[in-house]
């Protein structure tokens, strides 16, 4: 069992950058590869970027490619997204899960979720 908790979230300006933190408790952190997914109102959930346990492989939405960066320190139990050049179309809340497959997209395949942080972006 995994517990993990997000913070970080925030209003920024269009442009403007936010790190995400996903700290994790429970069973061991790095036995899981990690991902980030978002949820804007009356949309579905939607994959943003993974990392497997190592954190030399990673994976990303279009969307989001060469603006964020995920990754992780497995000494500290964390998991991070770096957001840059943020749009208002990145307005969501955005969560972090635990998955025992490797760079996973699918939202079903990941066990464990965190509770979720507002990130506004305003134009």
């Known amino acids: 069992q995994v517990q993990l908790v997000e913070s970080g979230g925030g209003l920024v300006q269009a442009g403007g950058s936010l790190r995400l933190s996903c700290a994790a408790s429970?069973?061991?952190?790095?036995?899981?590869?990690m991902g980030w997914f978002r949820q804007a109102p009356g949309k579905e959930r939607e994959f943003v970027a993974a990392?497997?346990?190592?954190?030399?492989?990673?994976d990303y939405a279009d969307s989001v490619k060469g603006r964020f960066t995920i990754s992780r320190d497995n000494a500290k139990n964390t998991l991070y997204l770096q957001m840059n050049s943020l749009k208002p179309e990145d307005t969501a809340v955005y969560y972090c899960?635990?998955?025992?497959?490797?760079?996973?997209?699918?939202?079903?395949?990941?066990?464990?979720w965190g509770q979720g942080t507002q990130v506004t972006v305003s134009s």
């Open positions: 990392v497997n346990w190592i954190g030399n492989s990673r």
């Open positions: 429970g069973s061991t952190f790095s036995n899981y590869a």
């Open positions: 899960a635990a998955s025992s497959y490797y760079l996973d997209r699918s939202p079903g395949n990941y066990d464990y």
